[in-house]
Antibody
């Protein structure tokens, strides 16, 4: 069965970076992409971007351009999301999700990773 | 950026009733690339509907989606206790990609 297992919770200081991992299993990793979505406490969902595991192409949300980098390691079927220059309003649960490519929705989701930014 | 506006913000209904949730887009959604997700407290979102009207794998047929262009609807024909949750719509067709979500509709037990 399709599973996405994310790394554990993180606490970071303002200005630091965080890198969240998402290990996929149960399907051919390079046939899909990985989306990243975050949710601030008590708030709605915010799309961050996605990466094609086939060719590494990325699309990022405009508001995060320059601070976010998404990568994949096809040898371990793992996707990564790095967010730099963290601010308090980056405190959120970060989700990865499997995406079938352009024009496809996010059909399986990871369990989420809480990132807390606090001095 | 396509802005999605969901209404109502909160919907109070009883089990067995019919729920109708709305999602309106600020501009036409390409090829009906509109999805609906359900989220329960402490859980990840779950895909219900994609392509505006196709049910995802394992989703009961009491969930249905409709609409095109700028107006979309999620209907739950007869509410079960497990259906009370927050529902989000998302468009995933914009170019360049900026796949926005609506702000959510909370479906609560009356």
């Amino acid at each position: 069965q399709v599973q996405l297992v994310q790394s554990g919770a993180e606490v970071k200081k303002p200005g630091a970076s965080v890198k969240v991992s998402c290990k996929a299993s149960g399907y051919t990793f390079t046939s899909y992409g990985i989306s990243w979505v975050r949710q601030a406490p008590g708030q709605g969902l915010e799309w961050m971007g996605w990466i094609s595991a086939y060719n590494g192409n990325t699309n990022y949300a405009q508001k995060l351009q320059g601070r976010v980098t998404m990568t994949t390691d096809t040898s371990t079927s793992t996707a990564y999301m790095e967010l730099r220059s963290l601010r308090s309003d980056d405190t959120a649960v970060y989700y990865c999700a499997r995406k079938g490519g352009l024009g496809a929705p996010d059909d399986y989701w990871g369990q989420g990773t809480l990132v807390t930014v606090s001095s | 950026e396509i802005v999605l506006t969901q209404s109502p913000g909160t919907l109070s209904l009883s089990p067995g009733e019919r729920a109708t949730l709305s999602c309106r887009a600020s501009q036409s959604v390409s090829s009906s690339y509109l999805a609906w997700y359900q989220q329960k407290p402490g859980q990840a979102p779950r895909l219900l509907i994609y392509g505006a009207s196709s049910r995802a794998t394992g989703i009961p047929d009491r969930f249905s989606g409709s609409g095109s262009g700028t107006d979309f609807t999620l209907t739950i024909s007869r509410l079960e206790p497990e259906d009370f949750a927050v529902y989000y719509c998302q468009q995933y067709g914009s170019s360049p990609p900026e796949y926005t979500f609506g702000q959510g509709t909370k479906l609560e037990i009356k």
